[in-house]
Each structure stands twice: as structure tokens, then as C-alpha cells.
């Protein structure tokens, strides 16, 4: 080997070169926590609500003494929180229920008066709201569309309207949204049912012409089935929190009952005035989502396994939780036309999750409230200019 | 990283090439070596400095055999630990921060190697090998008391030796440095009270984690052959025949 020329002068600088590598390897910066970074985020509870959930009354009446009666024997449907359909109709069925087969049988789609009652509340000049009560009735029909928020209809279907059959007698009164209105025989979303064998009669009148004994039992609402071990009653439930995190709106539902079929939960996003608190605009979020990572829509969670990490309750022979156990509502501002500028979610007052009818109407927030929240004024009106 | 690895250790062999051979069996070398150490991208940590020690025992001309032990100081990539601060309860609006959580972290390597060597003169291409363990130690502070971790490792590179005299010498290698059994999780110090569970998809996603990181190491050192007892050790060196 040849030794080099200048041996001091390359070991220095070697040295200096490990020296220098060594200083940088020894970096002491103890930077645990930077500066926050991104936009803050705003969060807020969700809370359940139950508002106008569907609900209703079924009432089985018959004339009660001698002489002619001035009351027919009828069977009269009350129901309030519906969804007006656009591509289905709600009809009223009337038949025999054998709970022990679990069978229905000499169903007839009962024909009746329909009355409409719309409650329109004005703010008199005291300020205190004054309701007038809008009331359309029809003849002799076989099914509605009707529903809103302040709608009640009353469907009364009398023994004389259904070729005298004897409607009082009959033991299940159900109510089915068809998607064709004309259809002889129920199809199976059937949201509403009262069974006459769970009430008690009740005499009313003064005289043996108007006497009447009276069945009257609330309507249940969920998936009918003649069983009553195997129908499914839905109860309003529900919780989560919010959060608006620069242009995104992310809203996590907990503990949501799982939707009648036929039915399925749908989120708004309120826009009020900020000095009349009236409703300027509703945004549509569309159905609920499964959460993070998945996203899929849970459109037809009433009656598919669409995500069984929040439906299925890992139980057996109970194939669909009776719960979602989680669900979301993610939208970026971006997205929506009426979500703009640099505050997108200014104005934006209340987070709504409603249940909707598939058959309702899709650019119409559904009567029914089951989850809402108010969001934080940071929110609603934004950054104040000092 | 690999294919920058490859290319690297190509260009060392390229260089290496032009030069000629020489070779000082029986003999010990030590060589310190310092470098910069860049990691896997699902490693979770950012490039950092690396120092080391080689002490290699030549068993032959071609071959030797020997320690080699790499510190590193690298600092936790904040974009893949993310942290929240919430204010307030959500009943009545709450406000969250969110923080990117970087900590220092040591890492220690060490590893039995072998090496083969391929004599050209003054310069001597390399290709080395080996396994050992390494040790990832956190910055006690952050996590709130002495916290460690390590697994097996393995290593594989190589380089050139370039001879500047009788008993000294430098080298350039690269090393794909690989950490089995990698926990990236047990970088991230934060509580589970203060993680990102709201908004996973926001920010930036850390890399799919992986067991086994390969980190990419490269360095230049210092060899030398001490003098034991005023003798150097083995054979001592060659005179140059060409």
C-alpha cells in the first residue's frame, strides 16, 4: 500500500466530516406539540327529538240500542306525522288476523270518507300563535297521499261503504303504503296497524238512536306482522354529536332505531335568518351513511343488511340489529351550491335527521323529527368582525 | 426507497470498478462512520442522523466478520400522529385544536455482519450482511416515563474502501436497514382521549402501517487499524504490486 502525501490533512478532515455529521445527528429540538394547524373545529350534541313521529288513533264504533241509528257501524283511521307520497299511496286494509299462524286472511281495502285537516298557525298582533284549521274532505276513496307537519287525516270507512260487511267485527285494521294505488291485495311495507283485541268499548250517547259503542286503541307504528311476538313497534331513539370543521359538516348518529320498512332517515341542514329567525333555505344531506370507512348509504337499512358492523347485533337468529348502532352525515361545502364563501356554514341554525318515506317526496324535509341539534353561534353567525 | 437504494449501491460498485485491489487479511479495523438514516415511509418517523461503528475482524482477503452498531436520532413524523384538544362539552358547543404530536426518538442498532470484500487497488468494493436487534427508545418526557421498544433486525448493503495509508482508510456504503415486528403505533404518545376519531379522512393518511420497514442508510466513514502494542493487528498490510 502506498501511504499518502499528506496524511495529517486528510485525517483532519475526516475528522472534521465526523464531527459535522455527528452535530447533526444530535439534533435536541423537543418540538412535541406544534402550532394547531387546520381550522378549528366546532362540535355540538345531538339530541333526540321524537317530533311528529308518525302516529295515529284507530277507533271500531257500532250503534248501540234500538230504533235506527244515526251512527253507522265504522271503523275510523286518525294519523298524524305522515310523509306526503309521491310515488305511493296509503291505503287502509281491514281483515281477520290469526296471531297463532301468523296469517291474515278476508282482507278487504276498505273504501271511505276522507277528511284532511291542515292547522295553519298565524301570530296575532299580541304575538301569540292563533291556530285555523283547514278541513277538505273526499268521498268514498280507497287510499291518500296526504301528510305535513300540521296534517291530520282522518280515514272513515263504514260497513254501508264496504258492502256491508260488518267492519266492527273485524280484527286488525292496517294501513300500507302501494306503490300501485289500485292494488286488490296489501304489499308488504305496512307502517300502521291496530289490533281490535287490545281495546275496551265504551258506551256514549244519550239515546237509543245515537248510542254507539267505541273501540278506540292508538295505531301502532313499525312492520306489522299478524304475530304480535314478531312484529317490530318503532320507538324514536337517538343521540350524537356535530361538527363543523372548516367546509366540512359531519354529523355522527348514535343509537337510531332501525326505520320501519318503507321508511328511512334522511338529514337537513336549517338555514334561518339572523335577525327573524325564519327558515330561508333547508339543504338536503341525503339518506344516512354508514360511518368512516365505509360510507355506504343506509337507504334500505329498513329491510337490507347493508352494513352489518351497525346493524348486525351478532345474535342468533336475529338477523337485523333493532338498531343502527351508528351513522353519519358528511358533507363538504363544496359540493352544495347554497354552501358558499369563506364561512360556508354562516346561517346554518339546525341540524335535522328525519325519517322519511321512500315514497315521499325527496326535495321535502319529512315531518318527522327524530334527532336535531342547534349549532353553536361560532357556527350560525360566523367570526364577528372586531 | 429501494430503488434508491439499488441505484446507490450500483454507483458505489460503478466507482469502486475503476480502481485497483488490495487486501489485509487477519487483520482488525474499526471504523466509525457517520450518515443519514431516511426511513420507511410507513416507518412514521422523519430522516435523521445516524452515527456508527464498524469492528470487523478480516478473516480472509475477500472475507471478514464483525460488530456493527448504529445510533440514530430521528424526530416522529407529525402528519401520521395526530392529536385533538376539545374545549369545552359538546352540549354547549365545544372547540377542538388539532396538533401534528412529534416526539425525538432514539434508535439503537446492532448487528453481527459479514462482509465480502473484492480487492481493486486502493479501492475496495464491498458487499455486507447481517442480523441483529434494534431499540427504539421515546423521549421519556413526552411519554411520561422511559419507554422502549425493539425487535430483530437485518441488514444488507454495500460500498467501497478507499485507502488513504497504511492504517487508515475511508468508506462509503448503503444499507437497507430493516426493523421486523415495527410497532408504528407505539410512536403515537397521545391518550386515546385526545386522538383524531372524528375526522379521519381530513387530513393528510398516514401510510398503510407494515411489520417489517425497510430504512435506507448511508454512510461515510473512517477505517482504521489500531496499533496493538506498537504492532498492527494480523498479517499487516500488503505492499502494493502493481
Not at chain 1, 359531519?250 to 343509537?255: P, Y
Request: a negative charge; hydrophobic letters at 40%; charged letters at 15%.
Amino acid at each position: 500500500m502506498s501511504a499518502s502525501s499528506h496524511p495529517f490533512a486528510r485525517r483532519a478532515s475526516l475528522a472534521a466530516l465526523v464531527v459535522g455529521v455527528a452535530l447533526s445527528a444530535c439534533d435536541d429540538d423537543r418540538a412535541v406539540l406544534t402550532d394547531p394547524f387546520g381550522p378549528p373545529a366546532y362540535g355540538f350534541a345531538l339530541a333526540r327529538a321524537a317530533i311528529n313521529v308518525p302516529r295515529g288513533t284507530v277507533t271500531f264504533q257500532r250503534p248501540l240500542g234500538a230504533g235506527p241509528p244515526t251512527n253507522d257501524t265504522s271503523v275510523s283511521v286518525t294519523l298524524q306525522g305522515l310523509d306526503s307520497l309521491t310515488t305511493g299511496t296509503y291505503r287502509v286494509w281491514i281483515a281477520d288476523v290469526d296471531p297463532a299462524t301468523d296469517t291474515i286472511a278476508n282482507i278487504i281495502p276498505a273504501v271511505g270518507l276522507l277528511t284532511v285537516t291542515r292547522t295553519d298557525t298565524t301570530i296575532n298582533e299580541q304575538g301569540d300563535p292563533v291556530p285555523s284549521e283547514v278541513v277538505t274532505t273526499f268521498d268514498n276513496v280507497t287510499g291518500f297521499t296526504n301528510g305535513g307537519p300540521a296534517t291530520t287525516v282522518n280515514f272513515r270507512a263504514t260497513s254501508t261503504a264496504n258492502g256491508g260487511v260488518d267492519v266492527y267485527l273485524k280484527t286488525i285494521v292496517f294501513v300500507s303504503i302501494e306503490t300501485d294505488a289500485a292494488a286488490a291485495a296489501p304489499g308488504s311495507v305496512r307502517p300502521f296497524w291496530a289490533r281490535r283485541a287490545l281495546t275496551s268499548p265504551v258506551v256514549t250517547g244519550t239515546t237509543s238512536q245515537d248510542s254507539v259503542v267505541r273501540r278506540t286503541t292508538p295505531a301502532v307504528f313499525g312492520n306489522f306482522r299478524a304475530n304480535p311476538d314478531s312484529q317490530y313497534v318503532y320507538n324514536a331513539t337517538g343521540r350524537g354529536l356535530a361538527s363543523v370543521f372548516g367546509d366540512i359538516f359531519l354529523a355522527s348518529d348514535s343509537g337510531l332505531a332501525r326505520p320501519p320498512q318503507g321508511y328511512y332517515y334522511a338529514g337537513y341542514l336549517i338555514h334561518r335568518d339572523s335577525a327573524t329567525n325564519a327558515v330561508t333555505d333547508t339543504v338536503r344531506l341525503g339518506p344516512l351513511l354508514s360511518p368512516f370507512p365505509r360510507y355506504a348509504s343506509l337507504l334500505d337499512a329498513d329491510q337490507s343488511l347493508v352494513d352489518p358492523v351497525v346493524q348486525d347485533p351478532k345474535l342468533p337468529g336475529v338477523p337485523r340489529s333493532p338498531l343502527i348502532t351508528a351513522g353519519v352525515h358528511r358533507i363538504s361545502a363544496d359540493t352544495i351550491s347554497t354552501l358558499t364563501g369563506p364561512l360556508p356554514f354562516k346561517n346554518v341554525a339546525e341540524y335535522h335527521l328525519t325519517l322519511e318515506a321512500k315514497a315521499g317526496r325527496e326535495d321535502v324535509e319529512s315531518p318527522s323529527l327524530i334527532v336535531s341539534a342547534n349549532t353553536p353561534d361560532v357556527v350560525r353567525f360566523g367570526k364577528q368582525a372586531p | 426507497m429501494r430503488l434508491s437504494f439499488g441505484v446507490a449501491l450500483a454507483a458505489c460498485v460503478v466507482v469502486a470498478g475503476v480502481a485497483g485491489a488490495q487486501a489485509t487479511p487477519r487483520q482488525f479495523t474499526v471504523t466509525p462512520r457517520g450518515g443519514v438514516l431516511t426511513f420507511d415511509d410507513a416507518a412514521g418517523l422523519e430522516t435523521g442522523g445516524a452515527l456508527g461503528v464498524d469492528a470487523e475482524y478480516h478473516v480472509a482477503r475477500f472475507f471478514s466478520i464483525g460488530t456493527n452498531l448504529t445510533y440514530a436520532r430521528a424526530s416522529t413524523r407529525g402528519e401520521d400522529f395526530l392529536g385533538r384538544i376539545t374545549y369545552g362539552i359538546a352540549e354547549q358547543g365545544d372547540t377542538s385544536f388539532f396538533f401534528q404530536i412529534t416526539q425525538p426518538v432514539s434508535i439503537v442498532e446492532a448487528s453481527l455482519n459479514g462482509t465480502l470484500r473484492f480487492p481493486l487497488g486502493r479501492l475496495t468494493p464491498f458487499v455486507t450482511g447481517g442480523a441483529g436487534v434494534y431499540t427504539m427508545f421515546l423521549d421519556p418526557q413526552v411519554n411520561r416515563g422511559a419507554t422502549r421498544f425493539g425487535r430483530l433486525s437485518g441488514n444488507v448493503g454495500g460500498g467501497f474502501a478507499m485507502q488513504l495509508s497504511e492504517r487508515a482508510g475511508i468508506t462509503l456504503d448503503v444499507r437497507d436497514l430493516i426493523f421486523t415486528d415495527y410497532e408504528r403505533a407505539r410512536l403515537n404518545p397521545t391518550d386515546g382521549r385526545f386522538q383524531n376519531f372524528q375526522f379521519p379522512t381530513e387530513f393528510q393518511t398516514a401510510p398503510a402501517p407494515k411489520s417489517t420497514v425497510h430504512n435506507f442508510m448511508i454512510s461515510l466513514g473512517f477505517m482504521y487499524a489500531p496499533r496493538f502494542g506498537g504492532q498492527t493487528t494480523g498479517a499487516g498490510p500488503e505492499e502494493d504490486t502493481q
